[in-house]
């Protein structure tokens, strides 16, 4: 029910989190602003790229051909097409991608990863791989590792669900 004064939710009409939901609530918040912000600093630090760039080479060199759709592209990238294509005009500056229209319709523009691209990538991943497994892994037990998979895709359905 909304108060028709302020056009919100009455505040009495929430379902407040539980002390134990705002605990996790709070530390899932603190992981969901210092992980991606350690994972860039380490790729900017070591790679001179940002974590959304290299996550971007790494989906194109997974893609049959090294190239996507950049709705694909975005799909795979977690991202909106705006934020992909600021982000692809980057990554083309340096050479390690490229646009092309879509040879299945010509409407389209596809982004390709280019030779220079993948030898980014291969050079960037062992470094980045030792960081994900630092902040992440090593510090898990192997059912731990299987709960985190099974949470995240959790929530992430759960989001991609509200989203929709």
């Known amino acids: 029910m909304e108060d028709p004064r302020i056009g919100h939710p009455d505040p009495a009409a929430v379902t407040w989190l ?3 939901e705002q605990a996790a609530w709070r530390l899932l918040a603190g992981l969901i602003t210092r992980l991606p912000a350690a994972l860039d600093a380490q790729l900017q630090r070591d790679a001179q790229i940002s974590h959304f760039g290299y996550w971007v080479l790494a989906m194109l060199s997974e893609a049959s051909g090294r190239s996507l759709r950049m ?15 600021h982000g692809v005009t980057r990554l083309v500056a340096h050479g390690w991608v490229r646009r092309e229209r879509s040879a299945e319709d010509g409407r389209g523009q596809v982004a390709v990863l280019t030779d220079a691209g993948w030898a980014k990538l291969t050079a960037t ?4 791989v030792r960081t994900v497994r630092t902040l992440v892994f090593d510090g898990l037990e192997p059912g731990q590792v299987a709960a985190l998979g099974a949470l995240a895709q959790a929530l992430l359905q759960q989001v991609d669900g509200a989203t929709a």
């Open 125 to 128: 991943a062992p470094g980045h």
């Open 71 to 85: 709705s694909e592209l975005a799909t795979r990238a977690n991202s909106s097409l705006s934020r992909l294509s």
């Open 18 to 20: 539980s002390a134990e």
